[in-house]
C-alpha cells in the first residue's frame, strides 16, 4: 500500500520559514519524480516545485523561486520543501506527489498523493 505522509505545516508570521516533510512507503522511492503541489480555498491545485529522481534536477513555478528549496533523501524515502521569506499568499494545503520516473507540472500526472498540511501564513 503506497502512502506519502506530509508533516511540518503550521501558522508562521510573514517572512517566517517552515520545512515540509513527506515521507513514503510503498514505493521504490528512487525510481519516483516527486512533486509539491498547494491548494488555497476557491482555487485549483497548482504546482510549487519538483525533483528528479536523483535529486540532480529541480523545477519551481515562478512565485516561490528564490524563496522555496526542494530537495530529498532517498535514504530516508522522504521529500522536503523548504520555504523561506513566506508570504500571505502562501497559505495552502500542500501536498506531495509521487510520479513514475519522469517530471511534469501537470497534477494529472501525478500516481500518488499525501492527504496535505496546512500552512497559514499571518500578516
Known amino acids: 500500500q503506497v502512502q506519502l505522509v506530509e508533516s511540518g505545516g503550521g501558522l508562521v508570521q510573514a517572512g517566517g520559514s517552515l520545512r515540509l516533510s513527506c515521507a513514503a512507503s510503498g514505493i521504490t522511492f528512487s525510481n519516483y519524480y516527486m512533486g509539491w503541489f498547494r491548494q488555497a480555498p476557491g482555487k485549483e491545485r497548482e504546482f510549487v516545485a519538483a525533483?528528479?529522481?536523483?535529486?540532480?534536477?529541480?523545477d519551481y513555478v515562478d512565485s516561490v523561486k528564490g524563496r522555496f528549496t526542494i530537495s530529498r533523501d532517498n535514504a530516508k524515502n522522504t521529500v522536503y520543501l523548504q520555504m523561506n521569506s513566506l508570504k500571505p499568499e502562501d497559505t495552502a494545503v500542500y501536498y506531495c506527489a509521487a510520479k513514475f520516473l519522469t517530471g511534469g507540472r501537470s497534477r494529472y500526472e501525478y500516481n500518488y498523493w499525501g492527504q496535505g498540511t496546512q500552512v497559514t501564513v499571518s500578516s
Open positions: 525533483i528528479s529522481w536523483s535529486g540532480i534536477s529541480t
